[in-house]
Nanobody, 111 residues
Framework: QVALEESGGGLVQPGGSLTLSCTTS????????VHWYRQAPGKEGEWVAL???????MYLAGVKGRFTISRDSAKNTVYLQMTDLRLEDTAVYYC?????RGPGTQVTVSS
């Protein structure tokens, strides 16, 4: 297992942008597929995006074209760039590698 930590969440107006980061401490995930999930209040968790070790991305249909996942192996960091944010994007966002998950970062989209 790796220790993951997310950052970059915050409060943003509809149409705004945020970039989330996922890093590890004491380990590397350069050879792993990294996922982003989110959980909104009162709802089940939802897979958002992944990036393979090779750098190939996949996205939930509802965020495709608005979110971009990328990785910087030198910095041992995976990013989730979110643009054109909508009210329904409000959630706690988690990164995951295998069974390891970080504590999450809150994203709130509100006018």
């Amino acid at each position: 297992q790796v220790a993951l930590e997310e950052s970059g969440g915050g409060l943003v107006q509809p149409g705004g942008s945020l970039t989330l980061s996922c890093t590890t401490s004491g380990a590397t995930f350069s050879s792993d597929t990294v996922h982003w999930y989110r959980q909104a209040p009162g709802k089940e968790g939802e897979w958002v995006a992944l990036i393979t070790a090779r750098g190939d991305p996949m996205y939930l249909a509802g965020v495709k074209g608005r979110f971009t996942i990328s990785r910087d192996s030198a910095k041992n960091t995976v990013y989730l760039q979110m643009t054109d944010l909508r009210l329904e994007d409000t959630a706690v966002y988690y990164c995951m590698v295998d069974d390891s998950r970080g504590p999450g970062t809150q994203v709130t989209v509100s006018s």
